[in-house]
Each structure stands twice: as structure tokens, then as C-alpha cells.
């Protein structure tokens, strides 16, 4: 089992930037993906970022330019840096690590909250 533990989410305003961050318990560097993703109330669970074994990315067409993903092995760490951050962009940011191997399974935190005021 992984167990993973956001943290990092607030309340910003337009145009600011926050860094969210999810450590797991387990060793990420089995995870195939791993990912940031948010739900605004009312909306579904949408994929925000992600990081794939073979270090490449995605992300939604709404946030690219401005939130980056990264991550650490060595701290099993995995890191969403939001920059010029709009309103839109408020909701609660879950991270999630997919794995094929060892605890086979997709995991997920318990969520953070950000805000961004207008």
C-alpha cells in the first residue's frame, strides 16, 4: 500500500502562485504515473499534470504555461509549482501515483484546497 499526503493548498490571489506538494509513504519511482488532479464543486475530478516514468509530462490545456510538475525519488516526493493562478483554478488538488508493479494499484491523497480570489 502508498499512502499519500498533500499539502501546500490556501487561499491566493489572481495572479498568485502556490506550490503543492504530496509525499508518499512508498517509493515512487515504481509508480508508471503519477499525477496532480482537482474537482471544483459542482464539476468532475479533472487531470491537472502529469509525470510518467520516462519523465515526460502532460497538462490540461488550462494550465499549461503556468503549473509545472516535478518530482524527487530520492525524498518520494512530487511537486506541483502554480503560477499566475485565476480564479478558475480554484478547487480541491488530489495527487495520485498509478502502479503496474510491486503495490499494483493507483492511489490517492486525501486532497488540498486552493483558492484564488479575484
Known amino acids: 500500500q502508498v499512502q499519500l499526503v498533500e499539502s501546500g493548498g490556501g487561499l491566493v490571489k489572481a495572479g498568485g502562485s502556490l506550490t503543492l506538494s504530496c509525499s508518499a509513504s512508498g517509493a515512487l519511482i515504481g509508480a508508471k504515473t503519477m499525477g496532480w488532479y482537482r474537482q471544483a464543486p459542482g464539476k468532475q475530478r479533472e487531470l491537472v499534470a502529469e509525470?510518467?516514468?520516462?519523465?515526460?509530462?502532460n497538462y490540461a490545456d488550462s494550465v499549461k504555461g503556468r503549473f509545472s510538475i516535478s518530482r524527487l525519488f530520492a525524498k518520494n516526493t512530487l511537486w506541483l509549482h502554480m503560477y499566475s493562478l485565476k480564479p478558475e483554478d480554484t478547487g480541491a488538488y488530489y495527487c495520485s501515483a498509478q502502479y503496474t508493479v510491486g503495490p499494483i494499484g493507483t492511489y490517492w491523497g486525501q486532497g488540498t484546497q486552493v483558492t484564488v480570489s479575484s
Open positions: 509525470i510518467l516514468n520516462d519523465d515526460s509530462t
